[in-house]
T-cell receptor
């Protein structure tokens, strides 16, 4: 499935680094999401963007900063992360309120050292 | 109480058997329910969704919903080794029209042994 592409696929960063995750969807959708999947924990919704406007921040620490310049692109800017932030970060897209399917990207594996 | 609960497993079944995966949810107002399959190292993919009480069949998969008991299940008939994966139950957040605002369980790992 290449409808939602994420880069990089793997990232190792130090706690003082600044990095960004990128997501692009080629499906013509108008909603984009960031989910976090940690070991032994359920997938957690982090942010929701509808028509490039943020509509939900699920109590995410400010060291995670999303950006959605248009309906096709979504970024997650990372700075001063903690080792416990190591996880799989999944981007997804959908139509805002029609249809039943969200499409996930392959994810970005993040390791904070 | 977790919003969406699943037994983490692993659930082990022999090839050709029926695998039964269960999920309970806490929000009685929930309306939309989803089953995703996630292979190791891969992203989740949608298998089925169900909105109404009763059964919904799609090939070897049957989703069952009982809103009174706040229970949703997934049956996989004629299980194959390729069905070995983690199965995630998800519930759409009540009051949300956003397709993708889902609450996930932690998943059940299914192992189908040849």
């Amino acid at each position: 499935e290449t409808g939602v592409t994420q880069t990089p696929r793997h990232l190792v960063m130090g706690m003082t680094n600044k990095k960004s995750l990128k997501c692009e969807q080629h499906l013509g959708h108008n909603a984009m999401y960031w989910y976090k999947q940690s070991a032994k924990k359920p997938l957690e919704l982090m942010f929701v963007y509808n028509f490039k406007e943020q509509t939900e921040n699920n109590s995410v620490p400010s060291r995670f900063s999303p950006e959605c310049p248009n309906s096709s692109h979504l970024f997650l800017h990372l700075h001063t992360l903690q080792p416990e932030d190591s996880a799989l970060y999944l981007c997804a897209s959908s139509q805002v309120s029609s249809g039943n399917t969200i499409y996930f990207g392959e994810g970005s594996w993040l390791t904070v050292v | 109480q977790k919003e969406v609960e699943q037994n983490s497993g692993p659930l082990s079944v022999p090839e050709g058997a029926i695998a039964s995966l269960n999920c309970t949810y806490s929000d009685r107002g929930s309306q939309s329910f989803f089953w995703y399959r996630q292979y190791s190292g891969k992203s989740p993919e949608l298998i089925m969704f169900i909105y109404s009480n009763g059964d919904k069949e799609d090939g070897r998969f049957t989703a069952q919903l009982n809103k009174a008991s706040q229970y949703v299940s997934l049956l996989i008939r004629d299980s194959q080794p390729s069905d070995s994966a983690t199965y995630l139950c998800a519930v759409r957040k009540t009051g949300s029209s956003n397709t993708g605002k889902l609450i996930f369980g932690q998943g059940t790992t299914l192992q189908v042994k040849p």
